[in-house]
């Protein structure tokens, strides 16, 4: 069966051999395959292949099926045998495609792009391509693209799915594009999309306009298609044979490179951004770099090559310099170049030139490092080395320390690996003790020296003692707890003080856990520094209970309430029963049983009791008698403690007749019960049976009742 597809759709293609046949094979709905001719529009079924989502045709010979559900079909067309080579796993799969090395390409309604090769028998799976295949896979000159689910025709890049973007869009043509194919023919490339129409419609792609034309259409609906040389679009139809290189021999730019390619169609144009052509081959003022060179002909077809130019330039990048210590010819710098060249000679005298870049031994100061490339290409960059002090502070403090006047305090410590460090004020007299004393407001000078008479000097400024009560922070008593709290904040620059509250030293200046009351503190520095002041600890007032007015519940029904009576003392109170909050102590529709109450104020002071809530029983008074000339007993009625559903009234006489019913309505609504009438007629003395059914009640009532006239 496949065989006699194959030998039709032969004569199909080959019969057009004069010239460009633009014959393209396509599936239908219907699962047959079709042989479509451009010229003139007209199709044939050649046989029914089963349903794909789409198809391609491969340089091995063979034609390949996708289904939905991701199995890859291959169709013999020799001995006409299917044979499944591989399985996608995932679903969705509507695009399918081959290239001329061989590898089919697969894209799914989800993003996926997979591809397999038949000759190894091995699958790859490529990042998501960021939009959705509706139809079809192609290749037009070298490059990937495909009918999205947004009805567009996009540019795919396998590896790179950044560079994805919309070519097309078709919205404009009324159709939803599912069919992508290319004929080939020698440099000549043709793509027709196919609309997923019962009667699709076919349209001619305008790759350089980036737009399409009606054709005609088809009684077929297309699910994709392909050609028999469709592959070969995925190579570029221009040979590149050369790049010439004319690089400059110690400048970034200033280089050049010809381009020689040879092609059947016509003169060449090129680019280097595949957007710009121009007619020369030749492209100057080049920087270093590699560059994708761009060649066109004249029918659109376009051939690709990089080329990269080097040359003996060089630029500085950076001087990394460590610094000598204590005036040592202990420091060095590390030359950092971009160069594209390892010829390079380094020297920072001009005379003497090495081939490393680093230099050593160098006492501080400003240096010139020459750089010379290929023994030519020379230029110059300055640097400094510093000097690090050996001497190292480890703590200095200067502070007043007293309220008196000359009692200042500068104190330091500095270490050296030298040995020790000796200091002093007037880089003089020089001491090892590191204090020094009954200094008066001033900015100082503090000079160190070790024993390898590295020294290091340092202004300090000795400020004016502060001592002066900044702020009291007070937190009244909350809650009915000893829970107030004070802090006393001074403004000082001395070096400690002592805290004393009613004549007990402090061991901090935040004071905790205080009753109300009133407060007298001093803060005691050195010499005459003394803060005398007082304070106040305040108590707001707890809500505090009074009592709860307890309703009980009535039959399980939930008519019980509670009502919480307190004195809110000024506090805006919040209640929750069982974690239920309320704005209001009153709370209704309780079912009786215990509860936990929750009462709390602004002022976050919270207060729990236990609520139990009784249940009383349904009391139901059923009379046994009732008189209908008794303006007093004239109803046969009932009545309960609270307001019941009655589901059911009805009354029989002693023969088990029914005399009155009625069904659903409220236990208080009087005007519904018996008055003794049968159908409008006065019943007759006698006794009657009742059954009485409640609807919130799992009871029913039972009995007699006795008619008097």
Not at 536 to 557: K, M, N, R, V
Request: net charge negative.
């Amino acid at each position: 069966m496949i065989r006699s597809l194959w030998i039709i759709y032969f004569i199909v293609v080959v019969g057009y051999s004069n010239g460009f046949s633009q014959n393209l094979l396509v599936n239908d709905s219907n699962g047959d395959l079709v042989g479509f001719s451009v010229n003139g529009c007209e199709t044939n079924v050649i046989e029914d292949i089963g349903f794909y989502t789409d198809i391609a045709a491969h340089p091995n010979g063979f034609i390949y099926g996708i289904n939905a559900v991701g199995k890859l079909t291959r169709i013999n067309v020799e001995t006409g045998q299917l044979l499944q080579v591989a399985d996608f796993t995932s679903s969705a799969f509507y695009a399918l495609t081959s290239n001329a090395e061989g590898l089919i390409f697969a894209a799914s309604g989800l993003g996926d792009l997979v591809s397999y090769d038949p000759s190894i028998n091995s699958t790859t799976v490529y990042p998501n391509m960021g939009f959705k295949a509706a139809g079809d896979l192609t290749y037009y000159q070298g490059s990937l693209y495909m009918a999205t689910s947004e009805n567009t025709l996009a540019y795919i890049d396998p590896d790179n799915p950044a560079n994805n973007e919309v070519f097309i869009d078709f919205s404009s043509s009324g159709a939803e594009v599912y069919g992508i194919v290319s004929a080939v023919d020698g440099c000549d490339v043709q793509t027709y999309a196919f609309s997923n129409d019962a009667n699709a419609k076919v349209f001619q792609i305008d790759w350089l306009a980036k737009s399409f034309n009606y054709v005609c259409e088809i009684n077929h609906e297309v699910y994709g298609g392909s050609s028999e040389f469709e592959f070969a679009a995925s190579d570029d139809l221009i040979q590149i044979d050369s790049i010439v290189i004319n690089s400059s021999p110690c400048e970034l730019s200033n280089s050049s490179f010809s381009v020689f390619a040879s092609t059947d169609a016509g003169p060449l144009s090129y680019s280097i951004d595949g957007v710009n052509f121009q007619d020369s081959n030749e492209f100057v003022d080049m920087d270093l770099g590699t560059y994708t060179v761009y060649v066109q002909d004249i029918t659109g077809c376009t051939g690709t090559e990089t080329v990269t130019i080097t040359s003996g330039f060089f630029e500085f990048e950076q001087i990394v310099t460590d610094e000598a210590f204590c005036g040592q010819n202990d420091g060095s710098a590390n030359v950092v170049v971009n160069a594209s060249t390892s010829d390079l000679m380094f020297s920072i005298d001009g005379i003497n030139f090495q081939d490393s870049p680093q230099f050593s031994n160098l006492a501080p100061g400003d240096y010139t490092v020459t750089v010379i490339a290929n023994g030519m290409c020379t230029d110059e960059m300055m640097f400094s080395v510093g000097d690090i002090p050996s001497i190292y502070i480890e703590n200095i403090e200067a502070y007043q320390a007293s309220c008196a006047a000359g009692t200042g305090i500068i104190e330091c410590l500095a270490t050296s690996p030298n040995g020790e460090v000796l200091y002093s004020l007037d880089n003089v007299n020089f001491t090892d003790e590191p204090i020094f004393l009954n200094l008066t407001e001033d900015i100082y000078t503090l000079y160190f020296i070790d024993e390898a008479d590295c020294t290091l000097s340092i202004t300090i400024a000795l400020e004016e003692s502060i001592f002066q009560l900044y702020d009291i922070i007070v937190e009244p008593v909350r809650c009915d707890s000893i829970n107030g709290s004070a802090q006393i904040i001074v403004d000082t620059n001395l070096p400690s003080y002592e805290l004393w509250v009613n004549g007990i030293l402090s061991e901090d200046d935040i004071l905790e856990e205080l009753d109300a009351g009133d407060y007298e503190f001093t803060v005691q520095g050195a010499d005459d520094c003394v803060i005398d002041g007082q304070f106040q600890i305040e108590e707001i007032p707890a809500f505090s209970l009074d009592t709860f007015l307890i309703s009980p519940d009535f039959c399980g029904l939930g008519y019980g309430s509670v009502d919480a009576v307190f004195e809110p003392n000024g506090n805006t109170l919040r209640f929750a029963l069982d974690g239920q909050s309320s704005n209001d102590s009153f709370i209704t529709s309780l079912i009786g049983g215990s509860y936990e109450m929750t009462v709390s104020d602004q002022n976050e002071c919270v207060s729990s009791y236990e609520i139990f809530v009784p249940t009383e029983d349904c009391p139901v008074f059923i009379p046994n008698v009732f008189a209908p000339n008794d303006p007093n007993n004239d109803q046969f009625m009932i009545n309960t403690a609270i307001p019941l559903e009655v589901e059911e009234f009805s009354i029989y006489d002693r023969w088990g007749n029914l005399v009155f019913s009625k069904e659903n309505f409220s236990s208080t609504d009087t005007s519904v019960f018996w008055n003794g009438d049968i159908n409008g007629t006065p019943a007759p003395a006698a006794v009657y049976v009742y059954n009485i059914v409640f609807k919130d009640l799992d009871q029913s009532f039972f009995g007699d009742i006795t008619l008097i006239r």
